[in-house]
Each structure stands twice: as structure tokens, then as C-alpha cells.
């Protein structure tokens, strides 16, 4: 039992780290906002190039590929959830495109990654860029959209540097095109940032929503059955029907059962969507899972 709450004492230590320093003043929203957009712009692509090329090979896709799918066909399922549930909270416009983002986009990569890294080493850690893949190719070409302007489903969106990382690290690893040793490290050094980044920006979020003596708001909780709930009893249908080894097996449910990505919360402000629904979205739900997920690992 010790081994799965590792991973989490060790996040809860940097989310708390986030708090102090927001209260503390060496952090605001401001400086979150602009990390957060190097995060998604910068970190974040290099975490996934380096995690998918240094780790995929021709027998991993063969048993992998299998996520990308999961992450895929669950990101419809959800937003097919989401747009019905929504009705029930009356939602419309940035509320409701608030909303849909938070129940089909989990947090993939920040919270999984350390965690698989503890518990059954970095080379499974792809399992999780594979899970990304298919939930990215979701969010790029439809998710994102509730966001923007536009039709509702673009192909343009998915030239963008995550989807573009993800698939050029595949490509070159199943190639075994070798990376420059300097361009590789540098990267591997860029993308190191993103997990400690991603759980500080959480923090000052936890305790910026404090200061401003918020009410939960109802919709907050549809978010956290969809994300915490429906995510993994969707996948529970698909499992039965795959193949996979059992720690593969916990992996998957372990994605499916993420909740909402981080970023989320300040990319609604950038859009001036609803910062108090995307804030609070993301942070209730993610301070439950710090509760459900070592009770659901420790009995798979």
C-alpha cells in the first residue's frame, strides 16, 4: 500500500508547494497564466515527443495501439454524456463549452505519468502518450472548438505542437531514426519541467479559489461523475474485450479514470470562457481522485 500512495504523497507535496508559494506572493495568477501557456506550448510537446519516441517499438504498438483507440472512442462517449447531462444544469454558450471540455479532456500526462513511473517503471509510461494520442486527436479536431469560433469539427486544429509531437515521436521511434544526442537531452531537459509546473499551477488554482471564498457550484459535480465515474465504467465495456496483460490493464483504467486537465482552468480564461466553472472543475475533481485513485490501484 505504501508503494501506490508514494506517487501521491509526492504530488500532493508539490500541489502543496504551489499553494504556499501563491500565498506567499512568489506566485499569481498572472505568472500562472503565462506558465501555463509555456507548459502547453513548449514543455508539454517535449515531454510527449521524448516519452513516445524514447519508449515505443514495433512489439509496444502492437499492444498499445489499443489506448489510442480507448482514448478516442471514451472522449466521444463523454462528450455524448455531456451534452445531455448539460441540460440538466440549463448551460448554454461558454458555460456549456466550459463544460463539455472538462468531461471528455483528462489530465493524460501530468498526474499518470509520475504515478506509472513509480509503480511499474518508465517504459510503461507510454502506455499513457498512447492514451493522449487518441483523447488529443478528439480535443484538437472537436473538443477544442467550444472554445473557438468556427465549425465545429477541423482537421486544420490537429497541426498543433502536442499532436505534432506525439505523432513525430511515433513515427521516428517505430523508424529507429536516431535523434541527435544534443537535440534529444535538450528536450528531455525542456519536457522534465512539465510534471512540477503542472502541480504548482494546481496549487495556486487551490488556494486562489479559497481567497475568493467560492460557493461549489452544481455543475462541478456533474464534471466529477463523468470524469471519476463514467470515464472508467466506459472503459470498463471495452476491457472484457481486449488483451492485455494485467499491468496494462490497471494502466488503462488508471487513464481512464483521470481527472480534468490542468490547463483547462487557465485556457477558459484565455478564451474568456467560465474561469470560475474551469477553475473549480478542475480542481474538485483532482483533489478526489487524490482519494479514489490509490483505493481503486490497490484493488487492481
Not at 501521491?8 to 500565498?23: C, Q, R
Not at 483523447?135 to 467550444?146: K, Q, R, T
Not at 535538450?186 to 481567497?211: P, Q
Not at 460557493?215 to 470498463?236: D, F, Q, T
Request: proline share 5%.
Amino acid at each position: 500500500m505504501l508503494q501506490i500512495l508514494e506517487p501521491f504523497i509526492m504530488l500532493t507535496l508539490l500541489i502543496a508547494l504551489g499553494g504556499v508559494l501563491y500565498s506567499a506572493k512568489v506566485l499569481d495568477l498572472d505568472f500562472v497564466r503565462r506558465l501555463s501557456r509555456l507548459v502547453v506550448k513548449v514543455t508539454f510537446p517535449a515531454m510527449l515527443f521524448v516519452s513516445m519516441y524514447s519508449n515505443i517499438d514495433l512489439p509496444t504498438w502492437r499492444q498499445g495501439w489499443v489506448f489510442t483507440a480507448v482514448g478516442l472512442a471514451v472522449s466521444i462517449v463523454l462528450a455524448l454524456t455531456a451534452h445531455y447531462s448539460s441540460r440538466i444544469f440549463s448551460m448554454r454558450g461558454m458555460t456549456y463549452g466550459t463544460y463539455q471540455i472538462l468531461c471528455t479532456n483528462g489530465n493524460n500526462v501530468f498526474l499518470p505519468v509520475p504515478i506509472i513511473s513509480v509503480l511499474f517503471g518508465t517504459p510503461y509510461v507510454v502506455y499513457a502518450v498512447l492514451f493522449e494520442l487518441g483523447a488529443g486527436l478528439f480535443y484538437w479536431s472537436y473538443g477544442v472548438s467550444h472554445f473557438r469560433s468556427g465549425k465545429r469539427l477541423s482537421f486544420k486544429r490537429l497541426v498543433n505542437p502536442n499532436i505534432v509531437a506525439l505523432v513525430l515521436g511515433l513515427v521516428l521511434g517505430l523508424a529507429g531514426v536516431s535523434v541527435p544526442t544534443p537535440i534529444y537531452r535538450a528536450l528531455e531537459i525542456i519536457g522534465n519541467i512539465t510534471v512540477g509546473s503542472a502541480m504548482l499551477i494546481i496549487g495556486a488554482l487551490v488556494v486562489s479559489l479559497f481567497e475568493k471564498r467560492f460557493r461549489l457550484r452544481a455543475e462541478v459535480w456533474g464534471v466529477a461523475v463523468h470524469r471519476l465515474l463514467l470515464s472508467p465504467l466506459a472503459g470498463l465495456v471495452f476491457l472484457p474485450f481486449l488483451k492485455l496483460a494485467p499491468e496494462l490493464r490497471t494502466i488503462m483504467l488508471l487513464m481512464l479514470s483521470m481527472p480534468p486537465l490542468v490547463t483547462t482552468a487557465l485556457v477558459a480564461a484565455s478564451f474568456n470562457a467560465d474561469e470560475e466553472l474551469a477553475a473549480m472543475g478542475v480542481v474538485v475533481p483532482t483533489l478526489l481522485s487524490f482519494v479514489l485513485l490509490p483505493i481503486l490501484l490497490a484493488l487492481f
